[in-house]
């Protein structure tokens, strides 16, 4: 069993930047694939970033590569989301989820172990 917690989200403006943590509990957090989505009111979940439990692997979403960095402290049971130069389509619930399979962190969103709550960003123009 995994609990995933988000936080970091806020309102910021376009071009600035915020870091989303994810912090898990549970044991053999390294064992855990981590990906972030992101949804808005009336869409379907968005596929972000992923990292492989070593932190070894990571692959992003066309959307957001070069902008956002994906990152893990296996130490402290934290993978992150650096997102930089946001845009205001950028606003969104953004979750972090864990799997043992790194494939299956994907879009579309299908078998997931492991959901958070999310977190609300919002970037202004």
């Known amino acids: 069993q995994v609990q995933l917690v988000e936080s970091g989200g806020g309102l910021v403006q376009a071009g600035g930047s915020l870091r989303l943590s994810c912090a898990a509990s549970?044991?053999?957090?390294?064992?855990?694939?981590i990906g972030w989505f992101r949804q808005v009111p009336g869409k379907e979940r968005n596929f972000l970033a992923a990292i492989s439990g070593s932190g070894g692997a990571t692959r992003y979403a066309d959307s957001v590569k070069g902008r956002f960095t994906i990152s893990r402290d296996n130490a402290k049971n934290t993978v992150y989301l650096q997102m930089n130069s946001l845009k205001p389509e950028d606003t969104a619930v953004y979750y972090c989820?864990?799997?043992?399979?790194?494939?299956?962190?994907?879009?579309?969103?299908?078998?997931?172990?492991?959901w958070g709550q999310g977190t609300q960003v919002t970037v202004s123009s």
């Open positions: 549970g044991r053999s957090f390294s064992s855990y694939a």
């Open positions: 989820a864990a799997d043992t399979d790194y494939y299956r962190i994907r879009e579309p969103v299908y078998g997931v172990d492991y």
